[in-house]
Structure formats: C-alpha cells, structure tokens
C-alpha cells in the first residue's frame, strides 16, 4: 500500500529554486518591478514554492478564481476549494516579469511572468465573499451577513480590503521564509513528511489540523485516528492568526509535551505547515484536505466547528460540505483525502473518560465542554480551569505565557463555546 498521490496527477509542483538557479533568480528579481505583498500572498507562495498547493504552479487567472468561487474546481475542472489570488495597485502590464517582495521582513519571495491582469471591483469581492465565505450559521442569515461581516469576519475583511487588481501567472519561489529556522524540526515541507511516513511503512495517515494549543478534545480526536490508521500527522498552523491568538512558538511547544506524555511516539508525528489563517471556514476545512492529501495525508480529522469563525457557520458545516462537493471530475482531479467526521467530544463524569454525542448518553450537566475559546478565556483572566479540560502539563506552558503577557487580551465568547446549544 502506498500513501496517497499528491493532488492534480502531476506529482509534487514545487516552485522553489535551488543552488545556482535560485542565486541566479534573486540577482535578476533585483532589476525587475517590485510588487508588495500581503503576508497571505506570502503563505501561498512558501507552499506553491514546497509542493503544498499541488498542481498550482502561481497565483489565478479570473476563470479559475470565478470557476473555484462557484464550482469549486479551477478552469481545467481539477478541485480547488479557495480562491489564490494576489492583488495589486501597481500598474502591471501582462507578459512583464516582476518581483514579489514581502516589506515586513525585506525579502524577495518569488518573481511572477504576468499572464492576466483584471480588475476586482467591490462587486466582484462581495460576490467572492458571498459564494466562499457565507455559510450557514447564525450571523450569516441573509438579512444579517453583511452588517456582521464586515465587523466581525477576519475572512471578509481580507477580501474586501484587497488592491484593485488580480494579476496571475506562474512562479518562481525564492525563499521558504524563516519557518524552519524558528521551528527546526517541526516545519517540513511534503516531500519530507511522505518520506517520514514511507520509512514508517504508513499507507493510511490522518491529519488533525490545530491552530490552538492541543487540549484533551483534541487528544482524543487524534487518539481515535490512531485507533483505524496507521499513524496521525499532528500538524499545526504556524503563519500569523489574529490578534488574542496564542503563538506558534507556545502551541509548539504545548504539542510536544502532550505526545512527550500521552502518545506512542511511533504512531505520531507532529508537523507545522507555514500558512495563515484565512477564516474561510467549511471551504478552509476542503483547503486543509487539499494540501494534506499532498503531505501524504488520505483522512482529515474534522471536529465540530473545524475551521469556524465566531457564529457564522454551523456547528458540523465543514463535515458537511464534503458530501456537496464535485466528485468524477476526471484522472487526478479528484480530492482523494477524505473527511473524518468526529461528532462534538468532551469528558463526561458519569461516562468517566472521553465521550462524544454519539457514545456519551448523557446530560450537558454530566459533561465538562472543551473548547479553545473558553480555555483563553480562563487562562488570560487567572480563573481556574475545570478539571478534564486539559492535560495540568499543557496548563501549565499556557499560565506561564499569559503570565508573560503586559496586555490582557480581550476573548469575543462564541455561542458554542459555553455549551449553550448542546441539547
Ligand atoms: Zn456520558
């Protein structure tokens, strides 16, 4: 048995230039136009430059964003859950070649051949924001999306805050930015982490997604995947979140002490992938199987509210839109990874262990809720945390850095997190 084939049928598209050809490129990226980007156009390029967002090979022409905004494939019918777009102000003409530099850390990423330039109006953003980032939750009732939305949807405020043009083309990364010197170790690209599992002899992997520290929800979701595969990728968002967010550098190392303590080490590897949060919800749920399945992933853990944004999606949206979307598309077009669909879990006393709905019988009393939001919450304000709520060693690391923290953060509760809704 083999691990999955990366997505697209054309193998690993890795855009990143090596030795010579890299040295040779960064000279010539200093002579060409100098584009700005944004730190999400920077994310995208370090995994076009690794292999992650196989078969992209550079940022989207308007008929694949208008083809992935509204039948999730690009235009050659190969799925694409999410639009990867990169937006200017620059006049830029189609043909020229340009350079695509990052200001906040002064480094070229990648130099772009312009192949299509087209202008995004406000229409065209809220018609993106629409199709990809409304779904079917409490705040995106239809009176009600766009008041709350622009306020309160980091996703829609990206997208609505995007330059006045798109322009497209292929790529030629130049840097994988800092990640595998600030994560040694953990950072890998998916040429390395298919390498790791093939020593292991691992054909079926499962991927748990986390951008929160691991807490014991977590755990068990991971444990339950090690129960039916042959290993779980423990792999972790290292780009920026948004502000009140705990850092990569923390979650890290909150992850390592949990498998340290409660895992076989041999049927786990931890990993961290070097994208921002692109608050896409149920959609960002099909981008994580996507890239995963390139990591050699074949099943995604997704858990109640995957990928959610405050109240604007339903509680199991993103299991959900797995069963919507186009399958038969042709050879390597297909999503091969599929969902792993985990029903809300939590510890339950008079189950006395981890439960979900579907084994715990239960009462919402008998059940102590876990959920990152209200974990922050407890820690950032010194309150204590219920018991079962998170391994005391994990505790600890996160006391310590919000005992670090000269700004209290202020935490927006979600609906979900108090445990309101359970029935
Ligand atoms: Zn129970």
Not at 57 to 85: H, I, Q, Y
Not at 281 to 287: D, I, S, V
Not at 397 to 420: F, H, N, P, W
């Given at each position: 048995?083999?691990?999955?084939?990366?997505?697209?049928?054309?193998?690993?598209?890795?855009?990143?230039?090596?030795?010579?050809?890299?040295?040779?490129?960064?000279?010539?990226?200093?002579?060409?136009?100098?584009?700005?980007?944004?730190?999400?156009?920077?994310?995208?390029?370090?995994?076009?430059?690794?292999?992650?967002?196989?078969?992209?090979?550079?940022?989207?022409?308007?008929?694949?964003?208008?083809?992935?905004?509204?039948?999730?494939?690009?235009?050659?019918?190969?799925?694409?859950?999410?639009?990867?777009?990169?937006?200017?102000?620059?006049?830029?003409?189609?043909?020229?070649?340009?350079?695509?530099?990052?200001?906040?850390?002064?480094?070229?990423?990648?130099?772009?051949?312009?192949?299509?330039?087209?202008?995004?109006?406000?229409?065209?953003?809220?018609?993106?924001?629409?199709?990809?980032?409304?779904?079917?939750?409490?705040?995106?009732?239809?009176?009600?999306?766009?008041?709350?939305?622009?306020?309160?949807?980091?996703?829609?405020?990206?997208?609505?805050?995007q330059k006045k043009y798109n322009i497209a083309g292929p790529v030629k990364v130049l840097s994988e930015g800092d990640y595998r010197e600030r994560f040694p170790g953990c950072y890998m690209t998916p040429a390395e982490s298919?390498?790791?599992?093939?020593?292991?002899?691992?054909?079926?992997?499962?991927?748990?997604?986390?951008?929160?520290?691991?807490?014991?929800?977590?755990?068990?979701?991971?444990?339950?995947?090690?129960?039916?595969?042959?290993?779980?990728?423990?792999?972790?968002l290292v780009g920026n979140l948004k502000p009140g967010d705990i850092p990569a550098e923390v979650r890290i190392k909150c992850i390592d002490t949990l498998i340290d303590k409660y895992f076989v080490k041999a049927n786990v590897?931890?990993?961290?992938?070097?994208?921002?949060?692109?608050?896409?919800?149920?959609?960002?749920?099909?981008?994580?199987?996507?890239?995963?399945?390139?990591?050699?992933?074949?099943?995604?853990?997704?858990?109640?509210?995957?990928?959610?944004?405050?109240?604007?999606?339903?509680?199991?949206?993103?299991?959900?839109?797995?069963?919507?979307?186009?399958k038969n598309l042709g050879p390597g077009k297909d999503l091969i990874t599929q969902p792993m669909k985990i029903d809300w879990t939590f510890y339950c006393y008079k189950c006395d262990g981890m439960a979900s709905l579907r084994?715990?019988?239960?009462?919402?009393?008998?059940?102590?809720?876990?959920?990152?939001?209200?974990?922050?919450?407890?820690?950032?304000?010194?309150?204590?945390?219920?018991?079962?709520?998170?391994?005391?060693?994990?505790?600890?690391?996160?006391?310590?850095?919000?005992?670090?923290?000269?700004?209290?953060?202020?935490?927006?509760?979600?609906?979900?997190?108090?445990?309101?809704?359970?029935?």
């Open positions: 048995m083999a691990l999955v084939p990366p997505h697209g049928g054309k193998g690993l598209v890795c855009c990143l230039l090596q030795g010579a050809e890299l040295q040779a490129e960064l000279e010539k990226a200093k002579t060409l136009k100098k584009i700005e980007i944004s730190p999400r156009a920077k994310g995208d390029l370090i995994m076009m430059g690794i292999g992650g967002f196989s078969p992209l090979n550079g940022f989207m022409t308007r008929a694949d964003w208008k083809s992935v905004c509204e039948n999730f494939t690009l235009a050659d019918g190969t799925f694409w859950p999410v639009p990867v777009t990169l937006d200017t102000d620059e006049e830029v003409k189609v043909g020229e070649e340009i350079a695509l530099f990052d200001p906040k850390k002064g480094v070229y990423m990648a130099t772009m051949k312009v192949t299509e330039v087209y202008e995004m109006t406000e229409a065209d953003k809220k018609w993106e924001c629409e199709k990809v980032y409304k779904g079917q939750g409490p705040d995106s009732a239809d009176d009600k999306f766009w008041s709350v939305a622009l306020e309160d949807h980091p996703g829609v405020q990206m997208v609505m805050a298919r390498a790791i599992f093939e020593e292991r002899g691992w054909s079926r992997v499962a991927a748990l997604q986390l951008r929160n520290p691991m807490h014991r929800s977590h755990e068990y979701l991971a444990k339950i995947a090690v129960e039916v595969c042959d290993g779980v990728f423990i792999h972790s590897v931890q990993g961290g992938y070097p994208l921002d949060m692109r608050y896409a919800g149920p959609r960002e749920g099909l981008l994580h199987a996507t890239f995963r399945q390139n990591y050699g992933v074949s099943d995604m853990l997704i858990g109640r509210d995957h990928a959610g944004v405050g109240d604007f999606y339903g509680m199991f949206e993103a299991q959900e839109i797995f069963d919507r979307i186009p084994t715990c019988p239960h009462t919402k009393e008998d059940r102590v809720i876990l959920s990152g939001t209200k974990l922050r919450k407890a820690l950032s304000e010194g309150a204590p945390v219920p018991d079962h709520f998170g391994r005391d060693e994990v505790l600890a690391i996160l006391r310590e850095y919000y005992e670090g923290l000269t700004e209290k953060v202020e935490i927006k509760m979600q609906r979900a997190a108090d445990g309101s809704i359970m029935k």
